[in-house]
């Protein structure tokens, strides 16, 4: 019986999309319920949602990093996070990056190091993110967009960034991945 099942598995070993609907579309995001063909050969319908992929840079100034502080509408809290934002149609993220760290922090990087692309929401969002870092800059404009209005900008060091995280002061997962990949890529090429 086993080998039956493990033989299934590896003949139908993907999901397999029949029938893709747009159930709401919005300026941000749209909502998708897709007629898909499991692993297991049943057919089930599965809601996500489809948004655009954004950009995450981890700006280090000497020993701090530079982070931004906002309010998030959909959590209604303050959250300290590094400076991030959406990839604009047909923007590569390099290009998003570099725009995205201006305009939020007024630095503009000599050269990014791509950290990597993690996903955010796996089960339930198509949104991706691509994280860079950053430690060579020159001082730009801070362009700021009208949900961004109430931002700061922040110099943080190092120890803090990690007791904030430990304490739930920082709490915004795509920071918190992010700078973990910058302890695997980053620190640990230093030492």
């Keep these: 019986m086993y080998d039956k099942i493990y033989n299934m598995k590896n003949i139908l070993n993907s999901w397999i999309k029949i029938k893709s609907n747009t159930v709401y579309k919005a300026k941000r995001f749209s909502v998708k319920k897709d007629k898909v063909l499991l692993p297991d050969g049943q057919e089930d319908e599965y809601e996500y949602i ?6 995450l840079i981890i700006p280090r100034l000497g020993s701090s990093f530079v982070v931004v502080e906002q309010f998030r509408y959909p959590v209604k809290k303050r959250l300290i996070e590094f400076p991030q934002g959406v990839c ?3 923007e590569l993220p390099e290009k998003a990056a ?3 760290l201006q ?8 050269k990014l190091m791509y950290l990597g692309r993690l996903d955010l929401a796996k089960a ?3 949104q991706g993110y691509h ?26 060091e190092k120890q803090q960034i990690e007791k904030m995280i430990k304490k739930g002061k ?6 918190i991945a992010a700078y973990t990949l910058y302890l ?3 620190e640990h090429s230093e030492r």
């Design 170 to 175: 920082i709490t915004d997962s795509p920071t």
């Design 103 to 110: 305009e939020e922090t007024g630095l503009i990087p000599s």
């Design 184 to 186: 695997l890529n980053v």
């Design 50 to 55: 489809e948004k655009k992929d954004f950009v």
């Design 124 to 126: 339930s969002s198509s």
């Design 98 to 100: 570099i725009r995205e």
């Design 131 to 156: 994280v860079y870092f950053a430690n060579d800059f020159s001082k730009g404009q801070i362009k700021l967009d009208n949900t961004e209005g109430d931002l700061t900008v922040k110099n943080i």
């Design 88 to 90: 604009n149609d047909n």
